[in-house]
């Protein structure tokens, strides 16, 4: 399957604080998504971005299609608890979908 | 129901034993996919049927899982001979139709650990 690696692993982070996570592969992609995944839930979809340089908001959530077409960032602004979660990348090759492992946060209040 | 349903949510069976994972899709929607999460990982693709069909079971790690969906609504995960490897969440996830993105909804999951 494809390699979707995600940066950082994790953070810790304090209530009000913007966050940034992004999320990398060796292959080009059409399609981008961001889900974020609650304790003994299935991932949410939050953003999902379709051609590169698109610049996308959700509230305070804000994701970035690369321009190489490789790679997406998301950046979530003045954080809250319920914040707190898994994000995950993924993209699709037609009708299969690839996950990257994940960015846990944690935000302290 | 209003989201995609999975039973049992937990799941608990010896090594060598048979499993059956029930999902109930939300209901029109044609499109179901299965998914497996190791901990500590994203999803891992399984098998995508349209309708009762299954367009796509290359995700499917050997001749030990099977699925079947064969009125197009609830579908069923089966696996044989479990090893203690197999233990996962499995999720399942349904949309109205192909590459919906933002219709595509995740269930719970059923967390199966084989001892």
């Known amino acids: 399957g494809q390699q979707l690696n995600q940066s950082p692993q994790s953070m810790f982070i304090q209530e009000g604080e913007d966050v940034s996570m992004n999320c990398t592969s060796s292959?080009?992609?059409?399609?981008w998504l961001w889900y974020k995944q609650d304790p003994g839930e299935g991932p949410v979809l939050l953003i999902a971005?379709?051609?590169?340089?698109e610049l996308t908001s959700n509230g305070r959530l804000t994701a970035q299609f690369g321009i190489t077409r490789k790679d997406s960032f998301l950046n979530i602004s003045a954080s809250i608890p319920s914040d707190v979660g898994i994000y995950f990348c993924?993209?699709?090759?037609?009708?299969?979908?690839?996950f990257g492992t994940g960015t846990s946060l944690t935000v302290i209040p | 129901g209003a989201g995609v349903s999975q039973t049992p949510s937990n799941k608990v069976t010896e090594k060598g034993k048979y499993v059956e994972l029930r999902c109930d899709p939300i209901?029109?929607?044609?499109?179901l996919y299965w998914y497996r999460q190791s901990l500590g990982q994203g999803p891992e693709f399984l098998i995508y049927?349209?309708?009762?069909?299954?367009?796509?079971d290359s995700g499917l790690p050997n001749d030990r899982f099977f699925a079947v969906r064969p009125e197009g609504s609830v579908s069923t995960l089966k696996i044989q001979r479990t090893e203690r490897g197999d233990s996962a969440v499995y999720l399942c996830?349904?949309?109205?139709?192909?590459?919906?993105?933002?219709?595509?909804?995740f269930g719970s999951g059923t967390r199966l650990t084989v001892v």
């Open positions: 292959s080009i992609f059409n399609t």
């Open positions: 996830a349904s949309s109205i139709r192909d590459r919906n993105f933002y219709g595509y909804t």
């Open positions: 993924a993209t699709n090759t037609g009708n299969q979908f690839y």
């Open positions: 971005l379709y051609k590169a340089g």
């Open positions: 049927f349209q309708g009762t069909g299954a367009a796509d």
């Open positions: 209901s029109g929607h044609t499109a």
